[in-house]
């Protein structure tokens, strides 16, 4: 059987479409032969590559988000030690949350502790902070990967890894699809990452002009990478009008982003044929 490979993007709360892809493999009967993820690609990768079904990661996610006392519950968890930390000049320093004890209390248990214990192989990446480049996790722990590929700047504390210090890996390759580039028939490739949004008739205000222009820089990463490589399917679902943090949408985004499933079958029967 030809070998496919999976790319899942960068784009917080937009990347729960990446179930769609999960599902699809799922449904056929097949895996993938190798996933690299970035940012909520590389824990939804994480999830798919510990051997969950699709249904499996939503109903996880839904029992962590689906009862807002049980999602305060988990976050008070998480807490800072130092409360005086947190909160500072009359706000809420959401900057200093650390990532690494958030996804401790939030991922599922079927994600192993180690990359060699996943029954897919997973690549993640990361961008590092001093270094200004892209650094690819394939060993090692799992969860301080995921932290670093996922550590949104301004929202979460960059992780150290290793004695490097990494932030959102959508700083640098929002949709790994050139890592798998040799290593598989076949390659897939799920950009989630959201452009601008709303009345065009209406000037932006600047929080939406200044996350929007975000957004428009890692899609034109994205694009300028899938040019190089014409035979990788690229999908992108539409999720344009949601937020990275918007995880309490979870169920209207995975509505909102229901034909991916049928669009990623069509790929892999072509694929197989």
């Known amino acids: 059987m030809d070998k496919i490979a999976l790319a899942l993007g960068a784009g917080g709360a937009r990347g729960l479409a990446h179930i769609h892809v999960i599902q699809a493999f799922d449904e056929l009967g097949i895996k993938p032969s190798l996933i690299a993820g970035t940012s909520i ?26 009862s807002p006392l049980t999602l305060m519950s988990d976050m008070f968890k998480v807490r800072p030690t130092s409360m005086d930390s947190f909160f500072r000049d009359g706000g809420l320093r959401i900057g200093e949350l650390n990532l690494e004890r958030i996804l401790g209390t939030f991922l599922p ?25 892209t650094t690819v996790f394939e060993g090692g722990a799992l969860l301080s990967a995921m932290a670093a590929s ?20 959508s700083a640098t390759n929002p949709c ?18 959201g452009g601008s949004h709303g009345d065009d008739a209406k000037r932006p205000n600047k929080f939406d002009a ?51 499933k049928d669009q990623v079958k069509v790929r892999i029967d072509r694929f197989l044929k």
């Open 176 to 193: 790994p699809l050139d890592i798998l580039q040799d290593h598989a028939q076949h390659v897939i490739a799920i950009d989630v990452s």
């Open 210 to 260: 200044m996350y929007a222009s975000s957004q428009i820089m890692q899609m034109s990463i994205v694009q300028h990478t899938a040019s190089n490589y014409p035979e990788t399917v690229l999908l992108r679902p539409p999720v344009d009008s949601y937020r990275s943090l918007d995880f309490l949408k979870a169920k209207e985004i995975l509505a909102q982003t229901i034909e991916l």
């Open 109 to 133: 248990d079927a994600i192993p502790e180690t990359f060699a214990d996943l029954s897919i192989p997973l690549k993640i990446t990361a961008t590092d902070y001093y270094s200004q480049s």
């Open 41 to 66: 690609g590389s824990i939804i990768g994480a999830a798919a590559g510990a051997g969950m079904t699709a249904e499996a990661i939503t109903d996880h996610i839904y029992s962590k988000i689906g």
């Open 150 to 169: 996922a550590a949104i700047p301004a929202v979460f504390l960059p992780v150290e890894r290793d004695g490097r210090f990494y932030i959102d890996g």
